[in-house]
């Protein structure tokens, strides 16, 4: 029995200090690479967000991988990225439950659809457009997701 307890309280111990590193909050980019295990009780996740503009200038391309994320849907990975590291900032605007956040600009780089029709689109793993948003959109574990600074609409525009 007190072998059963203390092999669970380390277990515990164990556990808890991966949680703390995996959920640190404003933790610098390569804190979080290093928090490659998860909570033993958790699912490991890890997101890559890669930030793209070869369409203005300066153009950069910037990517950084989120591991251990505890959250669902991309738009609460980003901001864990954004805790991680000030290039990936982002500016959105809410349109509601249903349709939830619209990614406006990356680091203060805006798309323009009035003018010139550009918009930040979000690809998938598999560099498609995603048929849904920030807010909607559940990246798989192991995923790439591109937020590409382009011009024109999606397809049924
Ligand atoms: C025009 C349009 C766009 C334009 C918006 C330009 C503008 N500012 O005017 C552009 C090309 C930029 C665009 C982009 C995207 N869009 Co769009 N878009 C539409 C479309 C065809 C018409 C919207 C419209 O004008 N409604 C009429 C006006 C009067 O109503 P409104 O409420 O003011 O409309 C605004 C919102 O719809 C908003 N908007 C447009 N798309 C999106 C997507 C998201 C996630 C959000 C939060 C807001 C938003 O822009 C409109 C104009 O201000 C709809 C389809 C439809 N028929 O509704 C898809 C639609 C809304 N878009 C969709 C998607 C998926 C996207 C993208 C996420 C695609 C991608 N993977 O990159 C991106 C957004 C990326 C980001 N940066 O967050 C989906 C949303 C599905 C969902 N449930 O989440 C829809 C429903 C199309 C579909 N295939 O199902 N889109």
Same mark, same amino acid.
């Given at each position: 029995?007190? #072998? ?14 991966? !949680? ?6 404003? +933790?610098?980019?390569?804190?979080? /690479? ?11 996740? /890890?997101?890559?967000?890669? &930030? #793209? ?32 590291? #000030? ?26 659809? +009035? ?10 793993? !598999? ?13 798989? %574990?192991?995923?790439? &997701? ?7 609409? %999606? /397809? !049924?525009?």
């Amino acid at each position: 029995m007190a #072998r059963f307890l203390i092999f669970f309280a380390l277990v515990l111990a164990v556990s808890s200090q991966n !949680d703390t590193q995996c959920s640190q909050t404003g +933790a610098d980019a390569e804190k979080l /690479e290093d928090c490659i295990t998860c909570n033993l009780f958790k699912k490991p996740k /890890e997101v890559t967000i890669r &930030v #793209r503009n070869v369409l203005t200038e300066p153009n950069f391309e910037e990517s950084l991988t989120v591991n251990c994320t505890r959250f669902k849907t991309l738009f609460y990975i980003m901001q864990e990225a954004a805790e991680a590291n #000030r290039f990936f900032r982002f500016t959105c605007k809410y349109y509601g439950k249903e349709l939830g956040f619209f990614i406006e600009a990356f680091n203060d780089v805006f798309g323009n659809w +009035a003018e010139k029709k550009t918009y930040w689109e979000i690809l998938d793993g !598999d560099l498609n457009q995603t048929p849904v948003g920030a807010s909607n959109y559940v990246p798989k %574990h192991g995923e790439t &997701v591109t937020f590409n600074l382009t011009q024109g609409g %999606h /397809e !049924d525009i």
